[in-house]
T-cell receptor, first 111, second 115 residues
């Protein structure tokens, strides 16, 4: 089955700096890679996703990049703000298969 | 549009007791998922329903966990008897699409503490 590794497990950044979270996956058939943000006491919420026919996708201050050859994908948050503080999860899925999550990254944005 | 509703939000029980969690998915969503999220880890799929049929329950500990989705809408997840290692947040999610496609919408979860 699919295995998703996520790094780092914790990330502390100064407000205004950038944050980068990296994930690797094992199943070369995976073609859908969402990122979820989970705030304290809440369920995960989709913030951006990318499919395997696209190498990069951007939405305001967040962007995702995908390298299918190396089987890794990354989340980039620019100009971080205190409200970006949360736990972020990457996930991967092959067509028809279940979504497999990474272990999560706790991001703390210091004002 | 109302989101995924779950109850109770918190539950504390002693080991060997039983507990049940309820989920009401977003209206019209055909697929419903139950995930277990242990502290500090990512969500792990326990069971997936499509309408009222089970699609995937390969990671459900069937000796103690059971789930049903009668009439293809609400779902309940039961644990009996509970063990200490069942302490976790149980997340329900739903998706409009079938066949493991489409965005998952999560509820706020039910936090279980087993003493």
């Amino acid at each position: 089955g699919e295995n998703v590794e996520q790094h780092p497990s914790t990330l502390s950044v100064q407000e205004g700096d950038s944050a980068v979270i990296k994930c690797t996956y094992s199943d070369s058939a995976s073609n859908y890679f969402p990122w979820y943000k989970q705030e304290l006491g809440k369920g995960p919420q989709l913030i951006i996703d990318i499919r395997s026919n696209v190498g990069e996708k951007k939405d305001q201050r967040i962007a995702v990049t995908l390298n299918k050859t190396a089987k890794h994908f990354s989340l980039h948050i620019t100009e971080t703000q205190p409200e970006d503080s949360a736990v972020y999860f990457c996930a991967a899925r092959a067509a028809g298969n279940k979504l497999t999550f990474g272990g999560g990254t706790r991001v703390l944005v210091k004002p | 549009e109302a989101g995924v509703a779950q109850s109770p939000r918190y539950k504390i029980i002693e080991k060997r007791q039983s507990v049940a969690f309820w989920c009401n998915p977003i209206s019209g969503h055909a697929t419903l998922y139950w995930y277990q999220q242990i502290l500090g880890q990512g969500p792990k799929l326990l069971i997936q329903f499509q309408n009222n049929g089970v699609v995937d329950d390969s990671q459900l500990p069937k000796d103690r966990f059971s789930a049903e989705r009668l009439k293809g809408v609400d779902s309940t997840l039961k644990i009996q008897p509970a063990k200490l290692e069942d302490s976790a947040v149980y997340l329900c999610a739903s998706s409009q699409m079938t066949g493991n496609n489409g965005e998952l919408f999560f509820g706020e979860g039910s936090r279980l503490t087993v003493l």
